[in-house]
């Protein structure tokens, strides 16, 4: 947060954060499963709760009005009701029910006509609900209108011959049933509601507790992003945060190997370009701290200096066509790709190299087994050819040999590149492509080298989705096979 004229400004990513990423954080994810989790059974068991009460008071209310009924009906089959009088005993005993149940008690007869209303409001007059007639038909109902509140109950009153003669009515309020109930709704809420604050408090530090890690794990990656040093997860809460964690060092641990081999790569393209200055340079000085100093010796020194100019030349054409490859590898689009005649395309190589070979008369033998085309970037194909071919005549001995192999099958071409040579030793194999490695210094110096030829030439194959492989005994030769697909793929 910071302030601008005079107000209070809230960093654009918090409020962005607040307003989009909020439902797409794994804090408030976790912290709405277990709130839900927790919350959805609190409420139904409310209302679960709630409904069952009610059931049960209504019940018991219910059987309790049905004994009543059934003892007064009894009680009115032996009183005078079947004369069709009904004695006072009998009236303050119906009035006495309707006080208990705060409800209206009538008796009917077998004319549907009310004998008898504690509400005196209907006597005289004919009812004809269902469970009157039901009543009549079989035996007593009972029913709960939820409705209007409240229970109807009827009672037959059984005449001389097991006859239903009448029927004995009570319509009781659930007023104070419904009372109970609101007051424990009322409890039950406020369980409820304290019950869902402490699972929300819950699921907030379970939320806050589960993701603590994935903090860490988020700490250390940007600590990585300022800077890279010597930081590891070791995250071991989850199996999640353990992959994560073992994911992210391997990735670490490659970074460092590359900014490693790039610090390696600089100060060693520093160093093979510094050489051939510094021996300049010296040649140089000698020259000029000598006043009269012989035009054969500025001849020599002229001539070295000379060499180390190439030398140079060298070095920088080599580190040109790496970059150039770099950059390609990166976009496939820089790629030349034609359809190569192989077989031409191999000999004008040894054709070049043919007078050097002869130098030191190493015959140079080209074998080539059938036609071949295949789709490449002549130019990078000829430089890893050239690069192979040179290398086994530079590392070779005084009258060796040099075997040119070019093959296919349906699907690649294979060019094999056998020397009679010093060879290379096991443990010097797995590292001569990389780029300024040399086996021997002092003897490539002699010889003059810098250590890229194979880094080129293994690029330049695997642009071209190939291989480069390398066999070779020391002291007695060494062959390296390439195989590149016939047709390009991008
Ligand atoms: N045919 C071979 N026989 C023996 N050693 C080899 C052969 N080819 C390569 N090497 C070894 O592998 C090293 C790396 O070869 P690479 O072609 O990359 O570099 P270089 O020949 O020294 O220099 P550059 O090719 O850049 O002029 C060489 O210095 C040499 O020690
Ligand atoms: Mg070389």
Redesign the pocket.
């Known amino acids: 947060m910071y302030i601008r004229n005079g107000e209070l400004v809230i960093i654009s990513g918090v409020k962005k954060y607040l307003k989009k990423n909020i439902f797409r954080s794994m804090k408030f994810r976790i912290i709405m499963l277990v709130a839900l989790a927790g919350i959805v059974p609190v409420l139904i068991m409310r209302g679960v709760f709630l409904n069952s009460y009610e059931k049960c008071a209504v019940r018991v209310r219910t059987a309790e009005i049905q004994n009543q009924c059934t003892i007064l009906s009894n009680q009115l089959s032996s009183s005078g009701y079947l004369t069709g009088d009904i004695s006072e005993v009998m009236r303050t005993e119906l009035v006495q029910l309707s006080n208990i149940y705060s409800g209206r008690v009538m008796v009917i007869d077998g004319a549907f006509k009310i004998q008898e209303d504690t509400y005196d409001m209907d006597k005289g007059k004919t009812i004809v609900s269902g469970n009157v007639i039901r009543c009549f038909q079989d035996k007593g109902t009972s029913e709960y209108n939820r409705k209007n509140r409240y229970i109807e109950v009827t009672a037959p009153i059984i005449g001389k011959d097991d006859a239903v003669v009448g029927v004995l009515l009570v319509s009781a309020p659930t007023d104070s049933v419904l009372d109970s109930l609101e007051i424990l709704r009322n409890k039950a809420d406020v369980v409820a509601l304290a019950t869902i604050l402490v699972i929300m408090m819950i699921a907030v530090l379970a939320g806050i507790a589960m993701l603590k890690p994935f903090r860490c794990i988020t700490e250390s990656i940007s600590a990585v992003t300022e800077g890279y040093d010597d930081n590891y997860l070791h995250e071991n809460t989850y199996t999640e945060t353990i992959e994560l964690s073992e994911a992210f060092n391997k990735m670490s641990g490659r970074m460092k190997t590359l900014d490693d081999s790039k610090n390696e790569f600089v100060s060693n393209v520093s160093h093979e370009l510094k050489t051939p200055l510094t021996s300049m340079k010296v040649l140089a000085d000698s020259l000029l701290l000598q006043e009269d100093a012989p035009v054969e010796l500025y001849k020599e020194f002229m001539g070295d200096m000379s060499e180390e100019i190439e030398r140079e030349n ?2 920088i054409n ?1 580190l040109l066509s790496l970059v150039k490859m770099d950059k390609t590898a990166n976009n496939a689009n820089t790629m030349n790709i034609k359809s190569e005649n192989m077989n031409e395309l191999v000999e004008k190589i040894l054709k070049r190299l043919r007078p050097i070979a002869a130098t030191r008369n190493i015959e140079l033998v080209y074998e080539s087994i059938r036609p071949v085309t295949a789709e490449v970037d002549e130019m990078k194909i000829s430089l890893a050819i050239s ?2 071919v ?3 005549i ?3 001995k005084d009258n060796g040999w040099v075997h040119v192999t070019l093959n296919a099958d349906h699907k690649n071409c294979y060019i094999e ?1 056998a ?1 009679s ?4 030793p096991a443990e ?1 194999q797995e ?11 002092s ?2 110096r002699e ?11 293994r690029s330049a194959v695997v642009m071209h989705r190939g291989a480069i492989k ?1 066999f ?1 005994q020391p002291s007695e ?2 062959t ?1 096979t390439v195989r590149i697909p016939l047709n390009y793929v991008s």
């Open positions: 060298k070095i080599d690069n192979l040179e290398n086994a530079k590392y070779n590149v020397d040579g010093i060879g290379i010097a590292h001569i492509f990389e780029r300024f490695y040399r086996v021997d210094k003897h490539s010889i003059g080298g810098t250590g890229l030829g194979l880094a080129i030439a390398v070779s030769g060494t390296f």
